[in-house]
C-alpha cells in the first residue's frame, strides 16, 4: 500500500459519524436503521476498491449522503414496475398481458383485505369447492356444463390430458404440434401428461379420414389445438370442431380443444379479427374447451376449461389440480371480469383489453399529433419527430397476420446512427415512469393505441 493511497483510505468518514450528519436523518427516517448502514457498508467498501484500483477516492465522496440515497431508492424500487407500453402489441407477454377492469381491481383488493368465502357455502355453512361459485357464470357465459379454473392455460392443458387419458392415446394433427413459446410444445405437455401422442395428417393437410384411421380401443382424446402465433397458408385442409366432435360422438372419444386465446364473444362485431367463440365449440360439441384468462378475454392469469360435466368432475379429483389451482386474488378477479360480460352494450369501454383494441386509428392519430410537439422539444435537436401511420398487433397468440391501424410518433436520429436510437430508447426506459417503444427500420416508432389513459402522465414526463 502506498502512503498515498493510506492517506486516502483514512479519509473516508466513519459509518457513525456519517449517521450522526443531518443530510442522514431523513434516510433512517424513510428507510430505517439496518437499511442505511447496509448501504454505508457497501459504500465504504465501493471507496475502498476504487482507491486500491485508481489511486483516489470516487467522486461521489464529497457526497455521502447523496449517493446513499440514490443506491437506497435503486434497491427499494418495486420488482414489478409500471411502465408505458408504446411497444404497439397490446397483450404483451412480456408487459403481463391484460390490463385489469376498475371492477376486477377492486374485487382483488376486497379479496386481499378480508376472509372470503373462497370455500365456504354461506348457506348451508359448509365447504364448498373454490371453482363452484364462477362455473356457474362461466356456463351462462359459454353454455357448457361445468367449468374448472387453474393457473394458466399451459396448466389447463396438462390437467386435462392427464384427468382424462389415463396413459393412453391422444389423436393430434401434424399440423397442430405447436410451441407457444417458452417450454410449452405440445408434443412434450403430452409426454409430461403421461400420454401417447398420435400423429395424424402432415403439416398441411388433414382430414376426417386420417382421426378416423388413427382411433382404436387404446384412443383415450381427439385434440384440436389453436394454431395461435403462426398462420399455414396455400393447399390447406384442418378438420373443424364440429366434424370433429361428431366422429369423436359417434366413436365414444371425448374431443377436447386448446382454444389458447379464445374470446367470450364475436370479436368480428367490434370490427376486430375473427377469433373462434368459446360458445360456438361447445356448441359443436366439443367435450373440453381450454383458454387463458388473461388473453383475449382480458381478465387475470388463469386457465379456464369448460365443457362436460363428468370430465370436468375427473379434473377437479385429479391430485395436479390440488397443485395448479387459482388463488383467490385470481378468482375474484376473474369472476369481476367474466360479469363485464354480462352486459355487453358496456364490455368495449369497462374492459381495458377491448377498449384498447377497438381505439380507431383516427382517434389514436389525432393524439399523437397532439403530443408529437412535446417530443419535438425534447428530442427534436437530436432526432426527427414525425407522426406515423402504422399497424398493432393484438397479441398472445391472436394470429400475427391480423393486425390494426394505429398511428406512432416515430424518432429518427439526424446522425443515422444506430447507437444513437439505442441510447435514445434507454432515455425512454430511465424515466421517472418507463416508456416502452420498438426499434425497427431505423427509428425508434411509439405506437400510441396503449396509452388511452396515460396522455397527461406522458406530458409530464417530458416536460
Ligand atoms: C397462449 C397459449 C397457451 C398457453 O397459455 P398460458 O395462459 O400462457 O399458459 C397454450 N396453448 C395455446 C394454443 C396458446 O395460444
Known sequence: ??????????????????????????????WGHTQVVTVLQQ?????????????????WCNDWAGQAQAQLVAQNAPALRAVINLSGTVLHTNL????????????????????????????????????QALAALLCELTGAEDACIVNNNAAAVLLMLAATSSGREVVVSRGELVEI????????????????????????????????SALSDQTALLMKVHTSNYHVEGFTKAVDEAELAQLGETCGVPVITDLGSGSLVDFSQYGLPKEPVVRDLIRAGVSLVS??????????????????KALIEKLQQHPLKRALRAD????????????????????????????????????????????????QARFGERFAVTVEPCLSQIGSGSLPVDRLSSAAITLTPHNGRGSELQALARA??????????????GRLWLDLRCLDADTSLMEMLLK
Open 181 to 212: 413459446g417458452g417450454a410449452f410444445r405440445i408434443p412434450d405437455v403430452m409426454r409430461q401428461a403421461g400420454c401417447q401422442l398420435v400423429e395424424v395428417g402432415t403439416t398441411n393437410r388433414t382430414h376426417l379420414k386420417d382421426y378416423r
Open 43 to 59: 459504500l465504504q467498501q465501493a471507496a475502498r476498491h476504487a482507491i486500491r484500483d485508481t489511486g483516489a477516492l470516487p467522486a
Open 428 to 441: 425512454l426506459r430511465d424515466l421517472p415512469v418507463p416508456v416502452i417503444g420498438r426499434l425497427y427500420d
Open 328 to 375: 383467490k386474488m385470481t378468482l375474484a378477479a376473474l369472476d369481476a371480469t367474466l360479469r363485464l360480460y354480462r352486459h355487453p352494450e358496456t364490455l368495449a369501454q369497462r374492459l381495458p383489453t377491448l377498449r384498447l383494441l377497438t381505439r380507431s386509428a383516427d382517434e389514436i392519430h389525432a393524439q399523437a399529433t397532439r403530443l408529437a410537439p412535446h417530443f
Open 291 to 308: 383458454f387463458s384468462g388473461d388473453k383475449l378475454l382480458g381478465g387475470p392469469q388463469a386457465g379456464i376449461i369448460v365443457g362436460k
Open 1 to 30: 500500500m502506498t502512503t498515498e493511497n493510506r492517506s486516502l483510505y483514512s479519509q473516508l468518514p466513519a459509518t457513525d459519524r456519517l449517521l450522526r450528519d443531518a443530510r442522514f436523518s431523513p434516510l433512517l427516517e424513510t
Open 96 to 131: 403481463g398481458r391484460a390490463q385489469q377492469a376498475d371492477e376486477a381491481i377492486a374485487a382483488v383488493t376486497q379479496a386481499m383485505r378480508h376472509p372470503v368465502t373462497l370455500e365456504y357455502d354461506l348457506d348451508g355453512a359448509g365447504r364448498g369447492h373454490r371453482d
